[in-house]
T-cell receptor
Framework: EDQVTQSPEALRLQEGESSSLNCSYT??????LFWYRQDPGKGPEFLFT???AGEEKEKERLKATLTKKESFLHITAPKPEDSATYLC?????????FGAGTTVTVRA | DVKVTQSSRYLVKRTGEKVFLECVQD?????MFWYRQDPGLGLRLIYF???????EKGDIPEGYSVSREKKERFSLILESASTNQTSMYLC??????????????FGAGSRLTVL
């Protein structure tokens, strides 16, 4: 059975304080690892897809990396508008399995 | 610029009632999904449809059914609502790319409370 574990559950940061979120996974035949952002009261919004170990992708203050067992989402110099829940998911065949998410709060 | 629309944002129903959750997408996607999201459990797949009138069970299909009569519309049905079906329900659609990556576009969600 596919498993996705995200840590920490919650992260409180000061504006400008960089940090990383972890996504550990177990899946046979990984077709892709996804990061989504979810704001309160809204559906998840797609951020990145990573396909193979060693791959990295960046978007503004966010950078996602992938190894064979885990992925990291690095937030560099965060701003209050980066506050959200970040979800990780792995794809096997057509199916995505999601982690429970990390809720990030950035204080000004 | 709305792409996946869930018709009801908030619903309150009584135990035993039949509940319909509607989802419409305007991106001409083949695939549509229903997930439920509960604190600490993440998103769990209820049902999936890859074409009109086609459906597959996800991880937690018990107590639910679905209908896809038109490509753009995917409905989730709770035949007899129970309190343990109180949850946030998320609809999503996707178009499998050449890479095979299944990038989902989600609706805003429907929060269902069963009393």
């Amino acid at each position: 059975e596919d498993q996705v574990t995200q840590s920490p559950e919650a992260l409180r940061l000061q504006e400008g304080e960089s940090s990383s979120l972890n996504c550990s996974y177990t899946v046979s035949g990984l077709r892709g690892l996804f990061w989504y952002r979810q704001d309160p009261g809204k559906g998840p919004e797609f951020l990145f897809t990573l396909y193979s170990a060693g791959e990295e992708k960046e978007k503004e203050r966010l950078k996602a990396t992938l190894t064979k067992k885990e992925s990291f989402l690095h937030i560099t110099a965060p701003k209050p508008e980066d506050s959200a829940t970040y979800l990780c998911a792995v794809q096997r065949d057509y199916k995505l399995s999601f982690g429970a998410g990390t809720t990030v709060t950035v204080r000004a | 610029d709305v792409k996946v629309t869930q018709s009801s944002r908030y619903l309150v129903k009584r135990t035993g009632e039949k509940v319909f959750l509607e989802c419409v997408q305007d991106m001409d996607h083949e695939n549509m999904f229903w997930y439920r999201q509960d604190p600490g459990l993440g998103l769990r797949l209820i049902y999936f449809s890859y074409d009109v009138k086609m459906k597959e069970k996800g991880d937690i299909p018990e107590g639910y059914s679905v209908s896809r009569e038109k490509k753009e519309r995917f409905s989730l049905i709770l035949e007899s609502a129970s309190t343990n079906q109180t949850s946030m329900y998320l609809c999503a659609s996707s178009l499998m790319g050449h890479s095979g990556a299944n990038v989902l576009t989600f609706g805003a969600g429907s929060r269902l409370t069963v009393l």
